[in-house]
């Protein structure tokens, strides 16, 4: 290996070691007064349900919970709860709860119109099919490991399930608890109106307290209000939404039975219809729970769910010094992070080549990540550029919103056309990509190695590209963050002062500055302290450079205020200033649309010159209030103020009116009162990953479906208009190109181009057809991206939708429950119930055209299960369990869960008898017993009892039971440690026992009388240096990337002395 493949690999192996790669972290309704919106419902739910499992899993562990489980949970409560008071952020749970909450409000958009999906007009039967179709898509991608695809249709599935609430009149009907029938499409409908059967009356002016006709609720009909935003048109006596939007409302009977909010037409009985929703969405998330586990359950909600280690790696032949050290540093973080809260939830490996990339492989396994990793190969690649974006688009769209990407490489983008989409789904997921580029300035010209492999070397235009993808995700091309603290990037460069604030809550602050080597800056304190680039150590930082990056790990133990840096380059250069902090943000924008739901998630880039909103959400909100959210644009500098209002529960909306046109961050700055001690409150001051870009044009696409069958298609409309101040400017004219793609390689056709004509509203229209393959497995999730770019290609936006790949549903019916038998009677008495068992025996079966029982376990109850496997009479697979437990334990409650995951449940109770049987209980003593404990120390102690040493026990029941020692039982403790040693032995716990007790009592064993319990000799750990360790490397690959010289030893020696440094 030469010199320069030394310091090539020494400087990514450095690089990834001071990088802590798994220590980052990473709808709405309107807010009506006083009224709860889905998001605030599925907020509740989700919260509760969550808790109840980790309140459930700490008492199967003999562990403490004491939170109280009600609605006024918050996100961080409840994951504090959950990780048994350890610290952890609740800012990956906040984010999932959030993608739930968004898809929940988009049904209000992409659905307006769909009766259905809302239970207007009293489409029960197809609005519960929306809900079963929803469901299967949710429990599909788990069973794939798609949990995103899973939050999101469970989001979705969420909004239809609980308008049936406020929609319908099953609150007004007297019911008490959710209508379960809804989730359970194998139960029939009951005591639906007839279509010809008149349901309301006129509303006495404004009041339509009483307009539900009273046979109706006498017969106990359930109906909803029919709804129209453009017609009038209802069948005669029928009820109607209501509202203003509503122009069925206007025909007779007027008036409607919404319970939306409280000013609806029945809004008094909004909060009765919200609770009972939330009870709904519970018994919702229960059946998901069985189905899932608690286990991915919970990974499901967000909790416990660490940061997903995801990379994307280059295996052409240039690359096998670089997969090498990148197995080592994997394995090493890997193994350092096993059983910590720092655990990656999940690992995704994309390798890519040329022509091929992919597959994604996703797993929460890290012993098969590692299994995967060690396979890579470097091999093929025989012209330079290779498909780098490709294999970065499937992780975009595998790996969860908010995730950290790292892409190896060392050649320059094949397929760079998918620069825009891939920047387009960095701005949708929020996700931060890393690029770890080698040879990035070099200048050698193409030439084959000695190996027969072209050497490849990535120019500055190559590297250009990467660093812009890079820039626009928040990351560097060799940076990763946590908390984001302030980041700005100086393209052309110039001399320039950045201000940042340290509060109480920020711990572990990390400064990267990349540049040219000519680059020089200092860093002043809060406190006036002064360090400079020509001090690797001081007062402030310490200091490592390694190419072009300079790391500066701060001191600011009681330096809290505001801070400043000072660069001095005339090249181009970025600043970033991250740290560790419970307080942290996650943010969507919102657009005020008009109609009955108010606000909508704003898709692709935000208009030049219009209005939007932010909802920002803040973790570990109760000791802080945001003061200021801005719009910012280092390179203006232009800063947009948002008009600021709290909502509650540590969400603030901040709006933003004319925007210009730029690149932006989304900037807070507010107070936090964390420390007693202080009479005045701390400020802080965070700061978004993402780079926030505005466009002039507005592009917007729907699908009258979120899921596809595989061998079809689906039809996406699509519309492209120019706006002028964010509004489409109906005078316009221009043509656009067009490009569809999507993860997965489907096929797909879509125009090259569409032409906004003159005279034509200033819009134009087109149709991308995305076709599923015959063999895509049920619950693939698919991405699709549309792009629309202007003539001069100086502009550009998107939109991106996202589909489920799912099998028709066939079987709906939930696996059947026979009991067979319950047996014995168990005593009545609790004294006797630990010394009787009973069985209950019951056979499962899920039909003959059903999918078959995949799983069954105890829901309820403490004791043992065997499962056999039977044919019935009918051919029909049959399981029998036999569940056996203890008398104490009276109730059981088994679940099956077939292959499609519909849910049977089967309840058995045993008989107790009606008398206990007379007990005569006879005590008998025996001669006491010695314990003689011997040690090594120098005194031998003697402890002698003279309690009795046996106690017999005889009962006038038919069996007559007795336990006696025939002699006293002598415990001899040898041991080779000092007295003072404690020894935890595998003997059994009746016969550890250390006390001034009897030795002898209630001993029921036939083990010998002498019991000698021998300690081993302490572990000596012995800890030698790397300076005295001599490394040998030996490797599988070809011979040119074996490692076999000092710099390698001295690289991989490194490499562990850094790993330690960062992950212990």
């Known amino acids: 290996m030469t010199a320069r493949q030394t310091e090539k690999l020494l400087v990514v192996v450095v690089i990834m070691s001071l990088l802590n790669l798994t220590d980052s972290f990473q709808s709405l309704n309107s807010f009506a007064v006083n009224s709860t919106s889905h998001l605030d419902i599925t907020q509740m739910a989700v919260l509760r349900k969550t808790a109840e499992i980790c309140r459930d899993i700490a008492a199967?562990?003999?562990?403490?919970?004491?939170?109280?489980?009600?609605?006024?949970?918050?996100?961080?409560?409840?994951?504090?709860?959950?990780?048994?008071?350890?610290?952890?952020?609740?800012?990956?749970?906040?984010?999932?709860?959030?993608?739930?909450?968004?898809?929940?409000?988009?049904?209000?958009?992409?659905?307006?119109?769909?009766?259905?999906?809302?239970?207007?007009?009293?489409?029960?039967?197809?609005?519960?099919?929306?809900?079963?179709?929803?469901?299967?898509?949710?429990?599909?991608?788990?069973?794939?490991?798609?949990?995103?695809?899973?939050?999101?249709?469970?989001?979705?599935?969420?909004?239809?399930?609980?308008?049936?609430?406020?929609?319908?009149?099953?609150?007004?009907?007297?019911n008490n608890a959710p209508y379960n029938v809804l989730i359970r499409p194998d139960q029939p409908l009951k005591n639906l109106a007839e279509p010809n059967t008149s349901t309301c009356r006129n509303c006495t002016g404004e009041n339509c307290n009483d307009n539900l006709l009273p046979d109706l609720l006498q017969q106990g009909l359930l109906t909803s209000g029919y709804f129209n935003s453009t017609s009038s048109a209802k069948p005669s006596g029928k009820c109607s939404h209501g509202g203003s939007f509503d122009q069925t409302s206007k025909q007779d009977p007027v008036g409607g039975i919404s319970k939306d909010a409280v000013g609806s037409s029945h809004g008094f009985l909004h909060h009765k219809a919200a609770e009972m929703a939330v009870d709904a969405t519970l018994e919702l998330l229960e059946d998901i729970r069985i189905v899932a586990g608690n286990r991915i359950f919970l990974r499901l909600m967000g909790v416990f769910q660490s940061p997903v280690l995801c990379f994307v790696i280059d295996t052409t032949g240039t690359m096998g010094i670089d997969i090498f050290f990148a197995k080592m540093v994997v394995n090493s973080i890997i193994d350092s992070k096993r059983g910590t809260l720092q655990e990656p939830s999940l690992y995704i490996l994309v390798p890519f080549n040329d022509p091929a990339f992919g597959p994604a492989i996703v797993t929460t396994n890290a012993d098969e990540f590692k299994d995967s990793m060690n396979k890579l190969t470097a091999s093929g690649g025989g012209d330079i550029p290779e498909m780098s974006l490709s294999g970065l688009q499937l992780a975009l769209t595998a790996a969860p919103p908010s995730s950290e990407i790292f892409v190896f490489t060392d050649a320059p983008a094949k397929d760079s056309q998918l620069k825009n989409t891939i920047i387009g789904l960095i701005e949708s997921t929020k996700s931060v990509v890393t690029f770890m580029l080698t040879d990035v300035t070099a200048r050698r010209r193409r030439r084959r190695s000695s190996h027969g492999v072209f050497r490849r070397a990535l120019t500055q235009s190559d590297a250009q590209l990467y660093q812009d993808l890079a820039q626009a995700s928040?990351?560097?091309?060799?940076?990763?963050?946590?908390?984001?603290?302030?980041?700005?990037?100086?393209?052309?460069?110039?001399?320039?002062?950045?201000?940042?604030?340290?509060?109480?809550?920020?711990?572990?602050i990390i400064v990267y500055i990349t540049g040219a080597s000519s680059l020089t800056f200092s860093l002043n304190s809060s406190q006036g302290l002064t360090q400079s680039?020509?001090?690797?150590?001081?007062?402030?930082?310490?200091?490592?450079?390694?190419?072009?990056?300079r790391r500066l790990k701060l001191n600011t133990e009681n330096q809290t205020g505001l801070w400043q840096i000072s660069v001095g380059s005339n090249n181009p250069y970025s600043v970033k200033v991250i740290g560790q902090s419970p307080l942290d943000f996650i943010f969507y924008f919102v657009e005020e649309r008009e109609g009955v739901h108010g606000n909508n998630i704003k898709e692709g880039r935000i208009l030049a010159g219009g209005n939007v909103s932010a909802l920002v959400f803040l973790t570990d909100s109760n000791t802080v209030r945001v003061t200021e959210v801005i719009l910012f644009d280092s390179s203006g500098p232009t800063e947009v103020k948002g008009s600021l209002k709290a909502l509650g529960r540590g969400i603030y909306q901040a709006d933003f009116t004319g925007i210009p046109g730029g690149v932006f961050v989304l900037r807070l700055k507010g107070e936090e009162s964390s420390s007693t001690s202080r009479s005045t409150p701390n400020t802080f001051q965070r700061q978004s990953t993402l780079k926030i870009t505005t466009s002039t044009i507005f592009i917007t696409a729907k699908s009258s479906a979120t899921s596809i069958e595989a061998n079809s298609s689906v039809s996406v409309p699509f519309t492209v208009a120019i706006t002028t101040n964010g509004v489409v400017n109906d005078s316009a004219a221009g043509t656009f190109t067009v490009r569809a793609n999507n993860d997965r390689g489907y096929a797909s056709t879509s125009p090259n181009t569409v032409t906004i004509e003159a005279g034509s509203g200033g819009t134009a229209n087109g149709t991308v057809t995305l076709t599923v393959p015959a063999n895509a497995a049920s619950g693939t999730d698919v991405t699709l991206t549309i792009e629309a770019q202007d003539a001069a290609a100086t502009d550009i936006n998107y939109t991106v939708l996202r589909f489920s790949v799912i099998e028709r549903v066939t079987d709906i019916a939930s696996p059947v429950c026979q009991e067979v038998s319950i047996s014995p009677i168990c005593p009545s008495s609790s004294s006797l119930c630990a010394s009787s068992q009973w069985e209950f025996i019951a056979n499962f079966t899920d039909g003959i055209s059903g999918t078959g029982i995949e799983s069954i376990s105890i829901s309820q109850g403490n004791g043992t299960l065997n499962e056999i496997k039977m044919v019935g009479a009918g051919?029909?697979?049959?399981?029998?369990?036999?569940?056996?437990a203890s008398c104490c334990f009276l109730n059981v409650e088994l679940v099956a869960v077939d292959r499609v995951g519909n849910v049977g449940r089967c309840v058995g109770q045993v008989r107790q008898s009606t008398t206990a049987a007379p007990v005569t209980t006879t005590v008998t003593t025996a001669a006491p017993a010695t314990t003689t404990v011997t040690t090594a120390a120098p005194a031998t102690t003697t402890v002698t009892t003279a309690a009795p040493a046996t106690t017999a026990v005889t009962t006038a029941a038919p069996v007559t039971t007795a336990v006696t020692t025939a002699a006293p039982v002598t415990t001899a403790v040898n041991t080779a440690a000092p007295a003072t040693t404690v020894v935890a032995t595998a003997a059994p716990a009746t016969t550890a026992k250390a006390t001034a007790a009897p030795a002898t009592t209630a001993v029921a064993t036939a083990a010998p009388a002498t019991i000698a319990i021998t300690t081993i000799a302490p572990v000596t750990t012995t800890v030698t240096t790397a300076a005295s360790v001599t490394t040998a490397v030996s490797t599988a690959a070809p011979a040119s990337t074996a490692v076999a010289t000092a710099a390698s030893v001295i690289s991989a020696i490194t490499t562990t002395i850094l790993l330690h440094l960062v992950y212990f």
């Open 60 to 174: 199967s562990e003999g562990r403490n919970f004491s939170l109280n489980i009600d609605n006024s949970l918050s996100a961080d409560a409840v994951q504090r709860a959950c990780s048994s008071g350890n610290a952890s952020s609740s800012l990956l749970f906040q984010n999932s709860i959030g993608l739930m909450q968004r898809f929940n409000a988009i049904v209000d958009f992409d659905f307006q119109q769909s009766e259905e999906h809302h239970f207007y007009s009293e489409t029960f039967l197809k609005g519960r099919e929306v809900i079963t179709a929803g469901v299967a898509v949710v429990k599909s991608s788990i069973r794939r490991g798609n949990l995103d695809s899973a939050r999101r249709a469970l989001g979705q599935v969420f909004h239809t399930l609980q308008d049936f609430y406020s929609h319908s009149n099953w609150i007004e009907l007297g």
């Open 533 to 549: 680039s020509s001090q690797s150590s001081g007062p402030l930082f310490s200091l490592i450079t390694v190419g072009n990056l």
């Open 474 to 508: 928040g990351g560097q091309t060799i940076e990763v963050t946590k908390v984001t603290v302030f980041q700005a990037v100086q393209n052309p460069g110039r001399p320039d002062n950045f201000t940042f604030t340290v509060d109480g809550l920020l711990k572990n």
């Open 875 to 884: 051919g029909e697979s049959i399981t029998r369990v036999t569940y056996s």
